[in-house]
């Protein structure tokens, strides 16, 4: 394929309700949607990247300019006979991983295309339907939190994460157990804690969570190994897990017994698949994140979560649970059974409806070959 036009749009689409983390709280979510044009195909991506260096270093502003200057120019104009040869031409580009995974979406799709397969057969992809879970942010009070819980289990979600944050932790998860003694419950605190706080962490143990994600330091390997041995519910970590190199040692300490795979944080469906791949031969679950993506990001989301070993329930929501209206059509849905339907047409397999698009998007910039 001769990679013939990219186009960048920086997009800003409202949330349905705010979601508030220990980060902070989001109205809306600011992403950059990549296009990819090549032998009269198109291919999507969606680079998820914030405005502002808290969940990640990355920002909007780094990655369009790492997108613009180094990543597109390596790429633009030149014929690939596979998606691994484009990459392995910015293979020297170091860390910017939503960047270049923005930019590997897009490519995936445009070559599953060109193949005539969904992504999730292009990329290993066995099931037809997924397992998966709802993410709830931090709510105003407890009675509300119990209330978009129940709204979610209506829905016919099976696993549910709250989010917690110092002061908002023990109490809250013991007034949902209450309520809701028998569901598959997880907790996220995005690096809110320290080992000085593993009283508090450690009384999660009488909960019956499934698992606790990223109670420690954004980039700590360490102190959750010191940390694990003193639970003993499972942790899960999210933003420590950059790689595969970072998912074995990581297994190697102990320092968690789960791991949440975003292509966005690792760099992109290669590396994705390497470190589900080195966790399923050492028989560690793993499950799929979401950085509140739209349809485009959330399909490729589906698709390589169809992979065999993403065995636990992933952050992979109904499009309603984010956006009054999405970017593509159909929009996903969650069944009573707690399970997504795969999108088995060609690439992404669903239709980015342009109208919508450029209703949301804020700036573009198009690239093409001379
Ligand atoms: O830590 O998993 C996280 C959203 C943005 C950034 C980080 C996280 C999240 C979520 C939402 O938890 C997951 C989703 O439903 O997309
Ligand atoms: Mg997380």
Redesign the pocket.
Known sequence: MRITRIELRHTKMELVSPFE?SLGVERFEEHIIVRVDGDGLTGWGECVVEPTPS?SYETLQTAWHVLKDFLIPGILGKEFDCVGSALAVNGWVRGHRMARAGLEAALTDAFARAAGVSLSAFLGGRRTRIPVGV?VGLQPTTAELLRVIAGYLDDGYKRIKIKIAPGRDITLVQAVRREFPDIHLQV?A?SAYTLDDSEMLRSLDDCDLQLIEQPLGYDDIFDHSLLQRQLRTPICL?ESIYNTSDARAALALGSCRII?IKPGRVGGYTESIRIHDCCASQGVPVWH?????SGIGRAGNVALASLPNFSLPG?I?ATKRYYREDIVEPAFEVDQDGTMAVPSGPGIGVEVIMERLERVTVHKDDFRSA
């Not at 994140?289 to 993506?293: A, I, K, P, Q």
């Open positions: 983390t969940y993410s996220d995005n999210d949440n994140g979401g950085m509140d993506e952050d929501s």
